[in-house]
């Protein structure tokens, strides 16, 4: 029960970085999601199958409250005026993940981006998302390895985990994915936290904003 607890965490926290802003998923980002997951791109490389919006809605009623994962969605900073609540749709980037895949090693979270919206590609956010993602993974969730599986076809994705110090461990013909992975080491752990010390977290308000 200890790691669904930790798992949830985030229910009410938003992750302030130099180029993105981590938020939880909330009920108000589900139309844009929804949007963005109709391109026949977004399903190949996130090997999803396309649902309907109120299938939406319900998988992210259940993503909220899975024990076994942590989401984020990924806001452009550059776009964020700082009003958690609808105004967050004009904003949304993507999303990024943490799941416990393995049942006896709370300790390995396995991670995955997605910047879906195209005129954020390219420039740093998914590198920034992910970095930001494995430093709260690391001091809040208590993980020490990650991995990511990646289609064997987007190449962006790979290169970016590999600049991050992910070295491939596996290869799957079936599944036409790489795995990579990262354990971290005291060194990599520092590196780790020196690269997120720019990092604020503060407390999220579903819907609503603190008054000013």
């Keep these: 029960m200890l790691q669904a607890a930790t798992m949830r965490l985030n229910q009410n926290t938003l992750l302030l970085g130099k180029k993105v802003v981590l938020v939880p998923y909330t009920p108000e980002h589900v139309p844009r999601y929804h949007e963005w997951m109709k391109s026949e791109e977004l399903q190949r490389l996130t090997a999803s199958e396309p649902l309907t919006l109120e299938q939406e809605y319900a998988m992210q009623q259940s993503w909220r409250e899975d024990a076994d994962k942590c989401t984020f969605i990924v806001l452009a900073a550059e776009k964020w005026q700082g009003q958690p609540g609808p105004s967050e749709e004009s904003c949304m980037a993507g999303d990024v993940n943490l799941f416990l895949t ?20 390219g420039q740093g956010l998914g590198t920034e ?4 993602m494995m430093a709260y993974g690391v001091t809040k969730l208590g993980l020490t390895t990650f991995e990511a599986k990646i289609g064997q076809e987007n190449e962006p994705s790979i290169r970016m985990f590999r600049r991050l110090h992910f070295e491939q461990v596996a290869v799957s013909s079936v599944f036409q994915e790489v795995t990579l992975r990262l354990t971290m080491s005291e060194p990599e752990r520092q590196w780790l936290l020196e690269q997120t010390s720019h990092m604020q977290e503060k407390p999220y308000r579903d819907g609503s904003s603190e008054p000013h």
């Design 102 to 121: 393995d049942l006896g090693d709370p300790s390995l979270g396995e991670i995955e981006v997605m910047i879906a919206e195209p005129s954020c590609r």
């Design 129 to 132: 998302a992910v970095l930001m």
